[in-house]
């Protein structure tokens, strides 16, 4: 029953922006950690970043300064801004709920969306 949908992903030049969104449904989870996890063509899904209930963020090295989570407990949903792309960050995005941060960034999230693809052209 519980659905975590992500929207927003298409192709965009480098150095542009795109912003993604995944709607959950089926239960709150205003007290779950949400983010984002993303796997490229031949390469192992990795962490991007997240949010806890607190509002504390977490993001990999890599997008820093790129890339910006924000959540609406109220609409039970996350987004995740995308700027300053670059080619490598061409993957499938996939949105993810656990109810602890470690778990999240561990990998072992109790949902997964079914993933939208962002190509990043040179």
């Known amino acids: 029953q519980v659905q975590l949908v992500e929207s927003g992903g298409g192709l965009v030049q480098a150095g542009g922006s795109l912003r993604l969104s995944c709607a959950a449904s089926?239960?709150?989870?205003?007290?779950?950690?949400m983010g984002w996890f993303r796997q490229a063509p031949g390469k192992e899904r990795e962490f991007v970043g997240a949010m806890h209930w607190n509002g504390n963020t977490y993001y990999t090295d890599s997008v820093k300064g790129r890339f910006t989570i924000s959540r609406d407990y109220a609409k039970n949903t996350v987004d995740l801004q995308m700027n300053s792309l670059k080619p490598e960050d061409t993957a499938v995005y996939y949105c993810a709920a656990a109810a602890f941060i470690g778990t999240m960034k561990s990998g072992g999230n109790e949902y997964w969306g079914q993933g939208t693809q962002v190509t990043v052209s040179s």
């Open positions: 089926g239960r709150t989870f205003s007290n779950y950690a």
